[in-house]
């Protein structure tokens, strides 16, 4: 069955950064665009990032550009999400999710990121 | 950008009663629209794709409609394993989405 696991969420201090990672298994990895998605405390979903299969293509959310950058490692089956200059908005569970043609199929647990002093 | 926008934010039902969400865009985005059902603490689920097209092992009480601007998410029976946020999410700027706010469906 499909997995994806995230990890590296944690509690950082404003302007600080941090790094997720997602693990993937049980698929052809290097064959889907991957995607994250946050969401903040009692709020909806907000998609963040995407980057194509090789790595060749990335797009993000206007409220995080110059600041996240999306990689990933197809030799490694992972995801990553490396998120600088963090702000009390960015306080969220962050989701990987796989792209599926267009929209998501599978999804992770999440990993919480807390943005606070 | 396409804004979506979700009605009612809140919906009160009971087991067996028939429900439809709305979802409505800013502009037309086709048929390139999903539905996602997201339970407290865990991972949304994949309901409906392309407006209309019931994602495998999904009860068939689920259904989506709509083409352009305005979709439903209808369930013809609810059952108390449906209590659960509902999003619609375009996907017509793939690589780039935008989901609807939510809609809360509660036990009346």
């Known amino acids: 069955e499909v997995q994806l696991v995230e990890s590296g969420g944690g509690l950082v201090q404003p302007g600080g950064s941090l790094r997720l990672s997602c693990a993937a298994s049980s698929f052809t990895f290097s064959s889907y665009w991957m995607s994250w998605v946050r969401q903040a405390p009692g709020k909806g979903l907000e998609w963040v990032a995407n980057i194509k299969q090789d790595g060749s293509e990335k797009s993000y959310v206007d409220s995080v550009k110059g600041r996240f950058t999306i990689s990933r490692d197809n030799a490694k089956n992972s995801l990553y999400l490396q998120m600088n200059s963090l702000r009390a908005e960015d306080t969220a569970v962050y989701y990987c999710a796989r792209v599926r043609t267009e929209y998501f199929d599978y999804w992770g647990q999440g990993t919480l990121v807390t943005v606070s002093s | 950008d396409i804004q979506m926008t979700q009605s009612p934010s809140t919906l009160s039902a009971s087991v067996r009663d028939r429900v439809t969400i709305t979802c409505r865009a800013s502009?037309?985005?086709?048929?390139?629209l999903a539905w996602y059902q997201q339970k407290p603490g865990k991972a949304p689920k994949l309901l409906i794709y392309?407006?209309?097209t019931l994602e495998s092992g999904v009860p068939s009480r689920f259904s989506g409609d709509g083409s352009g601007t305005e979709f439903t998410l209808t369930i013809s029976s609810l059952q108390p394993d449906d209590f659960a946020t509902y999003y619609c999410?375009?996907?017509?700027?793939?690589?780039?989405?935008?989901f609807g706010q939510g809609t809360k469906l509660e036990i009346k």
């Open positions: 999410q375009q996907y017509d700027t793939f690589p780039m989405y935008t």
């Open positions: 502009q037309s985005i086709s048929s390139w």
């Open positions: 392309r407006a209309s």
